[in-house]
């Protein structure tokens, strides 16, 4: 039975519309990115002093965490760290533009942004650890836990967004995914919901050339990642990813946006992965050092602070400042990542599920075992 064939459905049964009185739904000429990333800096548009401070600020604190954190790897101390070097501009925004009660949707290359709003830093690294699932509580600074199958943050943002505006509640969801990530079913269903909904969600893309070895020209035939937001409804924003003023303004815009009930934001960030997916991946295999050199002269950290030099407001005091900060910052988390953490293996087969499957209690039961005759043999050792 078609449509037209309901019963009961009489005069007011669908009937297709004809081909002359088609129209677009939407507008799509508001909803396309611009033609080039957008800049903020090097251009003479003003600049919000106090703010642009605060960036520099933790763009210094950002980079010295990801040195931290990948030195962290080499001493043993940290299992695994993908680095967001080169993407700080995107990762301090992101948690800049949001207010106390917005929640935050990070992936695995997200722990700075997380740590930018306010994580301690070394409950940011507690998962990468392996000590524990997530090694937060989400809801006591509203950041979802740091994702890793990729994409799937996406709909949660969009179901949790959802909800608060079905309670009328003041909230918005900034989801951060990769590049990679686009190319998930998860990042399809979720723009499309949050659209045909309204939803408050700003979905936030950096593109950082790469999926680990794979590059973007090997991800999408699309014009940009940006462009794909046309096919939603809802806008799609390409901004110069390491332009730390660019990204705060097009992310606070879309924000506003969604809060005032105009619904969700593609943004795509251009940006470049300057270390390697993880330190467990060797980058010099699929892309040339000639490329990382050509990005590092497009570094976000230089680009402020030679602006804001330029602008007068940044001097040696403010620079030294924000250095010793970031000193500061490292030795506490080098100081409690040296700590070994006590932890109960048993541990790993709560939270899984509400009620634990006969299979899990039969690998608790054999664990236990195991714990029991090791704690033997120590005692008849000694
Ligand atoms: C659903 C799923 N498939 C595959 C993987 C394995 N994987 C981990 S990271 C990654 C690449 C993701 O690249 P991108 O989205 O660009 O993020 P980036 O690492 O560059 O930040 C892949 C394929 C995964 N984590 N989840
Ligand atoms: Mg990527």
């Known amino acids: 039975m078609t449509v037209q064939e309901l019963p009961g459905a009489g005069a007011a049964a669908y009937r297709p519309t004809p081909p002359p009185a088609w129209r677009p739904r939407t507008d799509p000429a508001p909803l396309l990115p611009d033609p080039e990333p957008y800049r903020v800096l090097g251009t003479d548009a003003p600049l919000d002093r106090a703010l642009m401070l605060r960036l520099y600020a933790e ?26 070097t080169g993407q700080e501009a995107c990762e301090v925004a992101a948690a800049l533009v949001l207010q106390e009660q917005d929640w935050l949707f ?45 994409a799937t943050q996406l709909p949660h943002a969009v179901g949790l967004a959802h909800a608060a505006r079905l309670k009328g509640d003041d909230v918005v969801a900034l989801a951060m995914v990769g590049d990679g990530g686009t190319s998930e079913g998860d990042f399809h269903e979720a723009l499309n919901f949050a659209a045909v909904w ?15 070895s794979v590059p973007l020209a090997k991800q ?28 705060h303004e097009v992310l606070a815009d879309a924000v506003a946006r969604a809060r005032r009930g105009g619904g969700p934001t593609l943004i795509e ?12 991946d060797d980058a010099t295999r699929y892309r040339v050092d000639a490329e990382v050199e050509a990005w590092r002269d497009h570094d976000p950290i230089q680009l402020l602070e030679a602006e804001l030099t330029s602008r007068g407001f940044l001097d ?14 490292a030795a506490a988390l080098r100081e409690r990542m040296n700590a070994d953490a006590e932890l109960d293996p048993m541990d790993l087969f709560a939270h899984v599920y509400a009620e634990k499957t006969a299979q899990l209690r039969e690998q608790e039961a054999q664990l236990r075992a195991e714990l029991a005759a090791h704690q033997d043999e120590d005692e008849g050792e000694r």
Not at 198 to 212: D, H, K, S, T, Y
Not at 220 to 245: E, F, I, Q
Not at 269 to 280: K, L, M
Request: charged share 15%; aromatic share 8%.
């Open 59 to 84: 763009l210094i604190r950002g980079r010295r965490y990801n040195a931290q954190a990948t030195a962290l790897t080499k001493q043993g101390r940290l299992a695994v760290y993908p680095s967001s």
């Open 106 to 150: 990070p992936s695995y290359r997200d722990t700075l942004a997380a740590v930018a709003r306010g994580l301690d830093p070394v409950q940011a690294l507690t998962l990468l650890r392996g000590d524990w699932h997530t090694g937060y509580d989400p809801h006591e600074h509203r950041i979802a836990p740091l994702c890793t199958p990729l």
């Open 198 to 212: 309204q939803a408050p969600v700003v979905f936030f893309v950096q593109n950082n050339g790469f999926a680990i």
């Open 220 to 247: 999408t035939a699309a014009p940009s990642l940006a462009h794909k937001a046309v096919g939603y409804g809802m806008p799609g924003r390409l901004v110069d990813g390491n332009d730390a003023a660019a990204v």
């Open 269 to 280: 960030a251009v940006t470049y992965r300057i270390e390697a997916h993880t330190n467990a």
């Open 316 to 329: 040696d005091s403010a620079k030294q400042a924000a250095a010793e900060a970031a000193e500061t910052m």
